[in-house]
């Protein structure tokens, strides 16, 4: 049977090119998926400013809260405290420990600001930087290694947001963007001196590095220790966290993909064997058997499925590579990770496309071995039965998980969290739907065809009985319409929907109207500054990071922690957005904290009670409720004096000043006048403010507004390959409507009636599906069911749906109609 599924291949060139093409872009999917997943998983980073440390020491980057089975990643570098260093030296084998003490040290030229890092000058070992020229640096000076600098130079640093200015004692060849101080100075620049950043550890010559690795270990509990690739990441503390959220979109788009993949091939394969059912039919009237038969359909997939994936290959690997810079230049993958995408990619993209190939010919050659000879005597193509019992169990059970999802996001799922469970179920439900797709499809067309008859006349009669004679084989062309619609439909607008909802909760109590913004930090007198400039009514320092809640345990946050924002001491009029329903934030100062009203009900907290919490570096603090606040659900966030959060964050800084006006007051320009004086700082309006709030979920958005866009690609392939094939297997019936005295054009507009049919069946069932998607997830997110966005996105999307189904289908029956009608034709 294998020699006749190689012969069949050479005239059934249309059915087996879709499913080709299905493969390949399938293949190409699933591996570049693979291979950002491998890249998270490896997070390669090549050690360079510690490249000549063999063994370095780093905090430990997460903390698990008590009770809790899964640890929380922390966000600011956790740090060495001080005092290990010498436990450190002491072990067996090593020589030297050496501690870095980094801190921002932004370098002020001529035109710019250029955001660098400061270091003790014994660090410079670790990499190792060379002198060029010059000395070591004493108090007031500095080693650079900033091109064009030289002995003897004035630089200024902008350094805890003022500006000092150093002498240049040498120029050192190494990594750039770093300058170092003496270790006496690097001490007091540091925000913390108590904890180095990282220790580098130097071993004696011969010195088995494992075995030092696994004494150093013993030492305390809560560092890390790297070696080989690994220390690169001590370098960059914030590779971790960005680490795990590669893993999860490659993990969680990877399943979506290839389960995409798995139905767009399979209703491809199934297609294909539905409309040869009159050969099959007469092979088994000639006495073939039904293992035959399907021994030719799953030879016939292989062989049709295993170049493809080879050919997928291909363009696989330069997608993966392209998806990974794009995610790393837009910050939600670290562009010092060197991208990996090695065999297991290849095998997950090829296994998930042949499993997926060799499942739908199975499921087709099942049907299709069943046929019993008698029927190569009638008409087979016409299908009538619409579907059976198994397609009917699964079509039902995926509506059910569909509804289970809807019900769980509408009643449990509060905020950004409803996603969680919105978007699995549109995938229930585009399957559920598809999988049932005869009788949706009857549905639906009984409500379009009185209007489309009105309008169309006697063009859409004929139409309107071809589509009724042929309403299962119909299904076919409107699922994949279907699909396309309802995938991206409710994907965009959830992203849309959440903006809306995350820009609206943060701007509802946001009471600044000026902010103050600076990459390189702020100093506290700033603020203070600020705050006597005419027409100022309240200005406050704004600071972010995440912390985790360790007591009480049933803190009703998940491990990815709670958001923290740190603010100044204020008045009811103060800056901070929140709304008091309990205390005041004058009291905010030292160990305090302001709780939203859900979450100290949650915890059974009021004003004057205790809370323990580890902050973004992993220091525990034990802080006092001084107010309580209204938040909305699923966007809450703690609130802790801004010198507090601030302390521990990585850099130490305060980068944002929320300003308040008195009514009628024009601040800007005198704000302008105190900015100038500290370089770096730029005032801006409360709109930059609410861009940097939703700056993640901007990011979030882009990141799925890519990858949706490429499963509405590879949808519309099966879209074109759908009613491509179907178009070409009615090229008899377009002959015999010609011989009985129909013109091309009568058929064109018998077709077009056809496609507009579809068209509407698709969007409307996609559509369907999408709500069932987006009326509970925006229930969930916001204070409406209404799902929000610009209207251009679904006119987009039903615009692209309608111009792939029309000319899928009239373009290649216009070249079928111009042969004669009396042309003798086969069916693919």
Not at 574 to 585: D, I, M, Y
């Given at each position: 049977m294998?020699?006749?599924?190689?012969?069949?291949l050479?005239?059934?060139k249309?059915g087996?090119?879709a499913t080709?093409v299905?493969?390949?872009?399938?293949?190409?999917?699933?591996?570049?998926?693979?291979?950002?997943?491998?890249?998270?998983?490896?997070?390669?980073?090549?050690?360079?400013?510690?490249?000549?440390?063999?063994?370095v020491v780093?905090?430990?980057q997460?903390h698990l809260r008590?009770?809790?089975?899964d640890?929380?990643?922390?966000?600011?570098r956790v740090g060495?405290?001080?005092?290990l260093?010498a436990k450190?030296?002491?072990?067996?084998?090593?020589s030297?420990?050496?501690g870095?003490l980094?801190?921002?040290?932004?370098?002020?030229?001529?035109?710019s600001?250029?955001?660098?890092?400061g270091?003790?000058?014994?660090s410079a070992?670790?990499?190792?930087?060379?002198?060029?020229s010059?000395r070591?640096?004493?108090?007031?000076?500095?080693v650079?290694t900033?091109?064009?600098?030289?002995?003897?130079d004035r630089?200024?640093y902008v350094i805890?947001?003022?500006?000092?200015t150093?002498?240049?004692?040498g120029v050192a060849?190494g990594?750039?963007g770093?300058?170092f101080f003496?270790?006496h100075?690097?001490?007091?620049?540091a925000g913390n001196?108590?904890?180095?950043?990282?220790?580098g550890?130097?071993?004696?010559?011969?010195?088995?590095?494992?075995?030092?690795?696994?004494?150093?270990?013993?030492i305390?509990?809560?560092?890390?220790?790297s070696?080989?690739?690994d220390?690169?990441?001590?370098e960059?503390?914030?590779t971790?966290s960005?680490?795990v959220?590669?893993?999860?979109?490659?993990?969680?788009?990877?399943?979506?993909?290839?389960?995409?993949m798995m139905f767009?091939?399979?209703s491809t394969?199934?297609?294909?064997?539905?409309?040869?059912?009159r050969?099959f039919a007469?092979?088994?009237?000639?006495?073939t058997?039904?293992?035959q038969?399907?021994?030719?359909?799953?030879?016939?997939?292989?062989?049709?499925s295993i170049?493809?994936?080879?050919?997928?290959?291909?363009?696989?690997v330069f997608?993966?590579?392209?998806?990974?810079?794009?995610?790393?230049?837009?910050?939600?993958?670290?562009?010092v990770?060197?991208?990996?995408?090695g065999?297991i990619?290849f095998?997950a993209?090829?296994?998930?496309?042949?499993l997926?190939?060799?499942?739908?010919?199975l499921?087709?050659a099942?049907?299709?071995?069943k046929i019993k000879?008698?029927?190569?005597?009638v008409?087979?193509?016409?299908?009538?039965?619409?579907?059976?019992?198994?397609?009917?169990?699964?079509?039902?059970l995926f509506?059910?998980g569909g509804?289970?999802?809807?019900?769980v996001?509408?009643a449990v799922m509060t905020?950004?969290?409803a996603?969680?469970t919105?978007?699995?179920?549109?995938?229930?439900?585009a399957?559920?739907v598809?999988?049932?797709?005869?009788?949706?499809?009857?549905?639906?067309?009984?409500?379009?065809?009185?209007?489309?008859?009105l309008?169309?006349?006697?063009?859409?009669?004929?139409?309107?009985?071809n589509?009724?004679?042929r309403?299962?084989?119909?299904?076919?062309?409107?699922m994949?319409?279907?699909l396309?619609?309802?995938?991206?439909?409710?994907n965009l607008y959830?992203?849309t929907?959440?903006?809306?909802?995350?820009s609206?909760?943060f701007?509802?109590?946001?009471?600044?109207d000026t902010?103050?913004?600076?990459?390189?930090?702020?100093s506290?007198?700033?603020?203070?500054?600020?705050?006597a400039?005419?027409?100022?009514a309240?200005?406050?320092?704004?600071?972010?990071s995440?912390?985790?809640?360790?007591?009480?345990r049933?803190a009703p946050f998940?491990?990815?922690g709670?958001?923290?924002?740190?603010?100044?001491a204020?008045?009811?009029?103060?800056?901070?957005?929140?709304q008091?329903?309990g205390?005041?934030?004058?009291?905010l100062?030292?160990?305090t904290?302001?709780?939203?009203d859900?979450?100290a009900?949650?915890m059974d907290?009021?004003?004057?009670?205790?809370?323990t919490?580890?902050?973004?570096?992993?220091t525990s603090?034990?802080?006092?409720?001084?107010?309580t606040f209204?938040a909305?659900?699923?966007y809450?966030s703690?609130?802790?004096?801004a010198t507090l959060v601030?302390?521990h964050?990585t850099?130490?800084l305060?980068?944002?000043i929320?300003v308040?006006?008195?009514?009628?007051?024009?601040v800007?320009?005198a704000?302008?006048k105190?900015?100038?004086?500290?370089?770096?700082?730029?005032?801006?309006?409360?709109d930059t403010?609410?861009a940097?709030?939703?700056?993640?979920?901007?990011?979030q958005?882009?990141?799925?507004y890519m990858?949706?866009?490429?499963?509405?690609?590879?949808?519309?392939?099966?879209?074109?390959?759908?009613?491509?094939?179907?178009?070409?297997?009615?090229?008899?019936?377009?002959a015999?409507?010609?011989?009985?005295g129909?013109?091309?054009?009568?058929?064109?507009r018998?077709?077009t009636?056809?496609?507009t049919?579809?068209t509407?069946?698709g969007?409307?069932?996609?559509?369907?599906?999408?709500?069932?998607?987006?009326?509970?997830?925006?229930?969930?997110?916001?204070t409406?069911?209404?799902?929000t966005?610009?209207?251009w996105?679904?006119?987009?999307?039903?615009g692209?749906?309608a111009?792939l189904?029309?000319?899928?289908?009239?373009v290649?029956a216009?070249?079928a109609?111009?042969?004669s009608?009396?042309?003798?034709?086969?069916?693919?």
């Amino acid at each position: 049977m294998m020699r006749l599924a190689v012969r069949t291949l050479r005239f059934r060139k249309g059915g087996f090119i879709a499913t080709f093409v299905a493969v390949v872009f399938g293949t190409a999917i699933v591996m570049a998926c693979g291979g950002l997943m491998e890249t998270g998983i490896r997070s390669n980073v090549s050690p360079e400013r510690l490249a000549a440390a063999p063994i370095v020491v780093t905090g430990k980057q997460s903390h698990l809260r008590p009770g809790a089975e899964d640890a929380t990643a922390l966000p600011e570098r956790v740090g060495v405290p001080t005092d290990l260093v010498a436990k450190i030296r002491s072990v067996e084998g090593v020589s030297d420990a050496i501690g870095d003490l980094t801190f921002p040290a932004s370098l002020i030229g001529s035109s710019s600001l250029t955001v660098a890092e400061g270091h003790n000058w014994s660090s410079a070992e670790l990499a190792p930087y060379k002198l060029t020229s010059g000395r070591a640096p004493n108090a007031g000076q500095v080693v650079s290694t900033t091109a064009g600098t030289k002995v003897g130079d004035r630089v200024t640093y902008v350094i805890d947001g003022d500006p000092e200015t150093f002498t240049v004692s040498g120029v050192a060849r190494g990594p750039a963007g770093h300058a170092f101080f003496s270790d006496h100075e690097a001490r007091q620049l540091a925000g913390n001196p108590a904890r180095f950043a990282d220790v580098g550890v130097l071993l004696a010559p011969g010195t088995d590095v494992a075995a030092v690795k696994d004494r150093i270990k013993a030492i305390d509990g809560g560092i890390t220790v790297s070696t080989g690739i690994d220390r690169g990441l001590a370098e960059h503390p914030g590779t971790e966290s960005q680490r795990v959220a590669l893993i999860s979109i490659a993990g969680s788009f990877g399943g979506i993909a290839a389960m995409t993949m798995m139905f767009v091939v399979a209703s491809t394969l199934a297609l294909s064997a539905q409309h040869r059912e009159r050969e099959f039919a007469l092979l088994r009237g000639i006495g073939t058997t039904p293992g035959q038969v399907r021994r030719m359909i799953l030879g016939e997939s292989m062989l049709v499925s295993i170049p493809a994936v080879l050919v997928g290959v291909v363009p696989g690997v330069f997608l993966g590579r392209f998806l990974f810079d794009e995610l790393g230049s837009h910050g939600v993958a670290s562009p010092v990770v060197e991208f990996s995408q090695g065999m297991i990619p290849f095998a997950a993209g090829a296994g998930a496309a042949i499993l997926a190939a060799i499942g739908a010919a199975l499921i087709a050659a099942r049907k299709s071995a069943k046929i019993k000879p008698v029927e190569a005597l009638v008409e087979a193509s016409l299908q009538r039965k619409w579907f059976g019992w198994i397609r009917l169990l699964f079509g039902l059970l995926f509506l059910g998980g569909g509804l289970a999802l809807l019900i769980v996001t509408a009643a449990v799922m509060t905020g950004p969290l409803a996603g969680a469970t919105a978007g699995p179920s549109v995938l229930c439900w585009a399957i559920g739907v598809a999988l049932l797709g005869p009788f949706w499809t009857k549905a639906v067309l009984a409500i379009w065809r009185w209007p489309v008859q009105l309008l169309t006349r006697v063009n859409g009669r004929l139409a309107i009985r071809n589509v009724t004679a042929r309403s299962v084989a119909m299904s076919a062309a409107v699922m994949p319409v279907m699909l396309a619609v309802g995938i991206s439909t409710a994907n965009l607008y959830m992203q849309t929907t959440q903006m809306d909802a995350a820009s609206e909760a943060f701007t509802r109590d946001l009471k600044a109207d000026t902010v103050l913004v600076s990459e390189a930090g702020m100093s506290t007198a700033l603020v203070d500054q600020v705050r006597a400039v005419p027409g100022v009514a309240s200005a406050s320092a704004f600071v972010r990071s995440t912390g985790v809640i360790d007591e009480p345990r049933n803190a009703p946050f998940d491990e990815d922690g709670a958001p923290l924002l740190g603010v100044d001491a204020q008045g009811k009029d103060g800056t901070a957005p929140v709304q008091l329903t309990g205390g005041s934030l004058t009291d905010l100062t030292g160990s305090t904290v302001a709780l939203p009203d859900y979450v100290a009900g949650k915890m059974d907290r009021r004003v004057g009670s205790d809370i323990t919490m580890t902050l973004g570096d992993g220091t525990s603090v034990k802080l006092r409720v001084v107010a309580t606040f209204a938040a909305e659900r699923g966007y809450e966030s703690i609130i802790l004096p801004a010198t507090l959060v601030a302390a521990h964050t990585t850099d130490g800084l305060t980068k944002q000043i929320l300003v308040r006006s008195t009514p009628g007051a024009d601040v800007q320009p005198a704000l302008a006048k105190v900015a100038a004086a500290h370089p770096g700082v730029q005032v801006a309006d409360r709109d930059t403010l609410v861009a940097a709030n939703a700056e993640d979920l901007q990011t979030q958005a882009w990141v799925n507004y890519m990858l949706v866009g490429m499963l509405i690609a590879y949808t519309a392939v099966s879209v074109v390959n759908t009613l491509v094939s179907t178009t070409l297997r009615r090229r008899r019936e377009f002959a015999l409507q010609r011989l009985t005295g129909s013109t091309r054009m009568q058929v064109l507009r018998m077709l077009t009636t056809e496609s507009t049919l579809v068209t509407l069946a698709g969007i409307t069932l996609g559509t369907l599906v999408a709500m069932a998607c987006l009326l509970p997830f925006s229930a969930a997110v916001s204070t409406s069911a209404i799902p929000t966005g610009p209207l251009w996105i679904f006119l987009v999307i039903i615009g692209a749906a309608a111009v792939l189904t029309f000319g899928s289908t009239l373009v290649p029956a216009t070249a079928a109609l111009r042969h004669s009608p009396t042309q003798p034709t086969h069916a693919d």
